[in-house]
């Protein structure tokens, strides 16, 4: 019987609850688009890399807890939408304190983000636009990639290019992942919408 994705993800959080890490790990690469898609609104305000984080490791402190147990369709997703939206919102605290932050509505996860499992194809076709940058654009993306939390100078150093050249072939790589994934059939606007 093959599992759906949905039910998939429910399967790994539990054999993470039994100190799987291979299947928490599994399970947090399944979250973790709609995790941060559902952060997008908070990007100017919290590091949303930090909250992404510690997400994590409360979803894993939860997965451990024998006391604690998800039901429902979803559940694990669900759940770490809203410890996401918890963490962000503690952050906002920290940053500015005495500042009103509205709780969390009842309904959060439907209305801030409709979760959708990675897609297997998709990932698939970026990878081929990806082998096929050129070397200079490929170096810049992937260590953006790779390093965003470092700045583009030390990024830029290290790839032992000049800020300018790097940002213009961060630049070109965008463009030519752009064009390749329009010529394979992809609608980026329908994707980051």
Same mark, same amino acid.
Do not use: Y
């Given at each position: 019987?093959?599992?759906?994705?949905?039910?998939?993800?429910?399967?790994?959080?539990?054999?993470?609850?039994?100190?799987?890490?291979?299947?928490?790990?599994?399970?947090?690469?399944?979250?973790?688009?709609?995790?941060?898609?559902?952060?997008?609104?908070?990007?100017?305000?919290?590091?949303?890399?930090?909250?992404?984080?510690?997400?994590?490791?409360?979803?894993?402190?939860?997965?451990?807890?024998?006391?604690?147990?998800?039901?429902?369709?979803?559940? $694990?997703?669900?759940?770490?939408?809203?410890?996401?939206?918890?963490?962000?919102?503690? =952050?906002?605290?920290?940053?500015?304190?005495?500042?009103?932050?509205?709780?969390?509505?009842?309904?959060?996860?439907?209305?801030?983000?409709?979760?959708?499992?990675?897609?297997?194809?998709?990932? $698939?076709?970026?990878?081929?636009?990806?082998?096929?940058?050129?070397?200079?654009?490929?170096?810049? %993306?992937?260590?953006?990639?790779?390093?965003?939390?470092?700045?583009?100078?030390?990024?830029?150093?290290?790839?032992?290019?000049? %800020?300018?050249?790097?940002?213009?072939?961060?630049?070109?790589?965008?463009?030519?992942?752009?064009?390749?994934?329009?010529?394979?059939?992809?609608?980026?606007? =329908?994707?980051? $919408?």
């Amino acid at each position: 019987m093959i599992e759906n994705q949905a039910d998939r993800l429910e399967s790994l959080f539990l054999r993470a609850g039994s100190g799987d890490p291979e299947a928490f790990a599994e399970w947090m690469s399944m979250v973790e688009h709609p995790l941060r898609r559902s952060l997008a609104r908070f990007a100017r305000v919290v590091d949303v890399e930090v909250v992404v984080q510690e997400t994590f490791l409360r979803m894993w402190i939860f997965a451990c807890d024998p006391g604690r147990r998800l039901d429902g369709e979803d559940a $694990s997703l669900r759940f770490a939408l809203r410890v996401a939206w918890n963490v962000a919102h503690e =952050e906002i605290r920290l940053a500015r304190p005495g500042r009103f932050v509205p709780e969390a509505p009842e309904d959060l996860p439907g209305r801030f983000v409709t979760p959708s499992l990675p897609d297997p194809f998709l990932k $698939s076709l970026i990878e081929k636009c990806f082998e096929r940058l050129p070397s200079k654009p490929r170096a810049a %993306l992937e260590a953006r990639v790779r390093d965003g939390g470092q700045s583009d100078r030390d990024l830029a150093a290290a790839l032992r290019m000049k %800020l300018n050249t790097f940002l213009q072939n961060i630049v070109r790589a965008r463009k030519f992942m752009a064009d390749c994934l329009e010529r394979q059939g992809v609608r980026l606007g =329908e994707i980051l $919408s």
